[in-house]
């Protein structure tokens, strides 16, 4: 995440989600077209980050969970290797590069399948996280009254 610093433990849990969630993947899809590869991709973003992203809010201190969220979010969509991204871009690229009419209207088909997996996945991504950033909200809040209670300031 540009301009901030995760701590270690945040920079490693991002890296553990991120190869949970591409293992995933590979356990889904076996094959070696790249509508099979996005689409396990997305199936496997869409289990694991609701659990992940609930992870994040209860181990990590609630100041930390906002950048940890967003640093993940970020490599889910856009790693350059194993992102949502540069999935999709290796499904249309070679069909963009078509002359005939028929290989065009597979790329508009594979456009439109992008387009309404990514619209549904983020969606539920910024769901997953909202939850989880209220959590975060709700441990602070209770660890504020935890202090107020015990007469500290």
Excluded: M
């Amino acid at each position: 995440v540009a301009g901030r610093r995760l701590p270690l433990v945040g920079e490693r849990f991002v890296q553990l989600v991120l190869g949970a969630v591409n293992a995933q993947a590979a356990q889904l899809y076996t094959g070696s077209d790249a509508l099979g590869s996005l689409s396990a991709l997305i199936s496997a973003i869409s289990e694991k980050c609701p659990h992940h992203f609930g992870q994040a809010a209860e181990i990590f201190p609630p100041h930390l969970v906002p950048p940890l969220l967003e640093s993940l979010v970020d490599r889910l969509l856009h790693d350059p290797k194993l992102g949502f991204e540069a999935t999709a871009a290796k499904l249309l690229a070679p069909l963009a590069q078509a002359r005939d009419l028929r290989a065009q209207e597979d790329f508009l088909e594979a456009l439109c399948f992008v387009h309404q997996k990514s619209f549904a996945l983020f969606s539920q991504v910024d769901a997953a996280a909202s939850g989880a950033l209220a959590a975060a909200a709700r441990k602070r809040t209770l660890a504020e009254i935890r202090r107020l209670k015990a007469g500290g300031r």
